[in-house]
Structure formats: C-alpha cells, structure tokens
C-alpha cells in the first residue's frame, strides 16, 4: 500500500471533495435506508473508477459509521487483458483495498453468442456471478457503483430506445439470490466529481476493460450521454431534472403502467 497516497486520498474525499463525494455519498444511504445494523455488504470491483471509489466510501464509513456493518471487497476477472488486471490490482493494493478476485470466462462467452446486445448480456452474467461471490462471502448485500449519470442515462434510454418510462433504482431485492439486495450508495454522485478526484490523485483506472468485439463507444449509452451532455449546455438544470422525473410521477398524467405484472390503465374506473 502507498500509504501516502492511500491517506491523502481519504483526506480527499471527506474534505477537498466533501460537497460532491462524501456528503452526497451519505444523503444517499439515509435517504433511500441502504444500510442496516448487522448488514455484511460484498462491495463490488470493476476495475474502474467507480468502484475504486465506492470502495474507499466505504472503508471511510467504517472509520465513521451510521450503524454497525461489515464490508468484502469482491472482484471477478472476466477476461481482462493482463495489462487491465494488473491494474486492477495494483490499484487496490495501493488504496489499502483487500481484493478478492474470482476467475470467469464471460467476455469469451458473450463474444460468441450475444451478437446484438453484449453489453446487456454481459451485465446480466457479471451480475449474476457477483451475487454468487456475495452469498459465498455471507452477504446480505451487494453494493455496485453506479452513479447520477448513470441513473439518468438509464431512464433517457429506455424512454428513446424501449419506449417505457424505467430508472435505474437506488436498491431493488435480488429475484434470483434469495436474502440479498442489491444498493447503489453513489446513486446521488456526479460522474465529473469522480474524475476529479482520480485526476487530482494521478490514478488510472480502466474504463470497463471489455474484450468483447463487437462493443464499442457508438453504443446507445455512449450517444445518450452525448445527447444528454448536449442538452445540459443549453439548460443547466436538464441532468437534474431527468433524475427528478422518477421521483415526481404524476399518475394522473400517464396513461398506462404495470405494477408486479399487472397493466392498469387511467381509466380502469371510467366503466365501474
């Protein structure tokens, strides 16, 4: 560990960068109730700066905590180029982040048989595998970092390329992994603050380490973050009140919606 770099770093977070990192971090947690006493939460690791991040919030709360917790950091390695892994390592070991890594063949797989949608394939078995580290960790909770971009990114795209009104929310319980919920602890975190953090501190992290072909930077989430990037220069308050919408839903407006599977309609009452 750079032990230097690791305190600076966490110096960082709870002063420099208070407004856009920490306090944000922990309006978050209290607002949507994503911590619990006793809960023992898997503190997923990409390999980027999102999670590098999520996971120094985290070993800071210990250090200041709400409730009484315990953490694992947990990783899995995909099919990272042995350039991406060993910089996912050495930044862990770095920070003071104890990494335990699981082996996968997944990038491999997803090449060969999502020719369309790899990005949403490889998310949903990344997904799964983390959880399965999770409960092999004994972990009621798995924590990812996904941050403000990434919510609204999320709800502009399924409004202009599935033509439904989804958000990406700040916890959601695990269909398929009985007793673990999944949390966002970043959900109120802008992305540009996360930048400045790594560049202030000279830290390179990779930006998904995909070794998947037929992936690639004109992906809808890419020309959604462009559009929405756009868009903010001419309303500052776009980004603000795209994440807001999910939370401002007026019924009354909308004609139609599902809730556990069943549709219901504005005017279910008109012929009662």
Not at 144 to 173: A, C, Q, W
Request: with cysteine; aromatic share 10%.
């Amino acid at each position: 560990m750079n032990e230097v770099l690791a305190k600076q770093f966490e110096k960082d977070i709870i002063k420099k960068y208070r407004g856009g990192l920490w306090s944000k971090f922990i309006k978050a947690i209290k607002k949507y109730d994503m911590i619990k006493e006793g809960d023992k939460i898997a503190i997923a690791m990409s390999g980027g700066k999102d999670s590098l991040l999520l996971a120094k919030l985290f070993q800071e709360l210990q250090k200041h905590p709400l409730v009484n917790f315990d953490i694992e950091f947990i990783s899995m390695d995909p099919g990272f180029s042995p350039e991406n892994l060993k910089m996912h390592f050495e930044n862990a070991e770095m920070l003071g982040i104890p990494l335990n890594i699981g082996r996968s063949d997944i990038f491999e797989i997803v090449g060969k048989i999502a020719k369309d949608y790899p990005c949403y394939m490889c998310a949903r078995m990344r997904r799964g595998f983390l959880y399965n580290m999770a409960k092999e960790k004994g972990c009621n909770k798995l924590a990812l970092g996904h941050h403000f971009d990434d919510v609204i990114e999320t709800t502009m795209m399924n409004i202009l390329y599935t033509g439904s009104f989804k958000t990406m929310l700040p916890k959601i319980r695990a269909k398929n992994f009985e007793g673990i919920e999944l949390i966002r602890p970043m959900y109120m975190i802008k992305e540009h603050d996360i930048i400045k953090i790594m560049k202030s501190s000279n830290i390179e992290t990779m930006d998904c380490g995909c070794e998947i072909t037929a992936c690639s930077t004109s992906s809808k989430r890419y020309q959604t973050k462009l559009l929405i990037k756009e868009l903010v220069k001419q309303s500052p308050d776009i980004d603000k009140n795209i994440f807001r919408a999910a939370e401002n839903v007026q019924l009354d407006g909308i004609y139609r919606w599902t809730k556990n599977k069943k549709e219901y309609t504005q005017y279910d009452d008109w012929n009662k």
